[in-house]
């Protein structure tokens, strides 16, 4: 089963992260999602923060994850929000299961086919030898020279954590992420389809969700709203989050 926290009474709301990311990237926004009269489920996918490791990892298995957690908490009508990977993951769901999915948030990610573009991240994150016991500031010294931008190096460090006294590791699953890296990239089936309510919300530094991509995205969901915030890149909730929430929330509250 997977790792959540859960806050609020109300209507229940999944949250997905992104890739190498961990439920509690959204504790703050999942606080006040949880104040509008919310049951906030902060999810933490497998392979990912406290949840369990395995060494299959693709969207389909990680979308069953989901149906199974709703399953075992007797959850229903869900509302759903996933970013980057996450948005996959809540995509397949919606369409997979679209009597288990109200309403659809997907936070800069698209239906499509993304090339694989995590090579220098995944160097400097194997560039770590936890054998030789780092510090935490001796790890971002290392990764820093791979990973030069210092946003994306707090968002990655956040998943370390001590194994015991003296000994760092990461959270997510490094190991299996260097041999399935591919499937992060995989676009939603063709023939999936989703009548409901849903919204896309994209950075306007962000090239994960293009101008072209519209019609990819209106034929998966004929339903869709695409917003910009503007002035932000593809962490756009971490880098707008009151903006990101004004969005979800009139969208959730409609």
């Not at 936070?107 to 936890?130: C, M, R, S, W």
């Not at 591919?182 to 896309?200: R, S, V, Y």
């Not at 503007?230 to 959730?252: M, R, Y």
């Amino acid at each position: 089963m997977l790792y959540s926290k859960i806050e609020g009474q109300g209507k229940p709301l999944i949250i997905l992260h992104g890739f190498m990311g961990m439920s509690d990237n959204w504790k703050t926004l999942g606080t006040q999602y949880a104040h509008e009269g919310f049951q906030v489920h902060l999810l933490d996918l497998r392979n990912h923060g406290r949840s369990f490791h395995s060494d299959i990892f693709n969207y389909e298995v990680m979308c069953q994850d989901v149906v199974d957690y709703c399953r075992e908490n007797n959850l229903e009508n869900i509302d759903c929000i996933g970013h980057s990977m996450g948005g996959k993951v809540a995509m397949l769901l919606a369409t997979q299961i679209p009597n288990l999915v109200h309403k659809l948030i997907v936070a800069d990610i698209g239906p499509k086919f993304y090339p694989q573009h995590h090579q220098t991240i995944l160097e400097g994150l194997n560039a770590v030898d936890f054998s030789l016991k780092p510090s935490r500031s001796e790890v971002e010294v290392i990764i820093s020279q791979f990973i030069p931008d210092f946003g994306t190096r707090q968002f990655l460090l956040k998943s370390l954590y001590w194994v015991e006294p003296g000994q760092l590791a990461f959270r997510f699953n490094l190991p299996v992420f260097n041999i399935q890296i591919e499937q992060i990239g995989t676009a939603l089936p063709d023939q999936a389809f989703f009548e409901n309510p849903t919204l896309f919300i994209r950075g306007g530094n962000s090239n994960y969700i293009l101008d072209s991509d519209i019609e990819g995205i209106n034929h998966h969901f004929p339903k869709a709203i695409i917003n910009t915030i503007s002035n932000v890149g593809h962490w756009l909730h971490a880098e707008k989050p009151q903006d990101f929430f004004e969005l979800t929330k009139n969208f959730l509250k409609l």
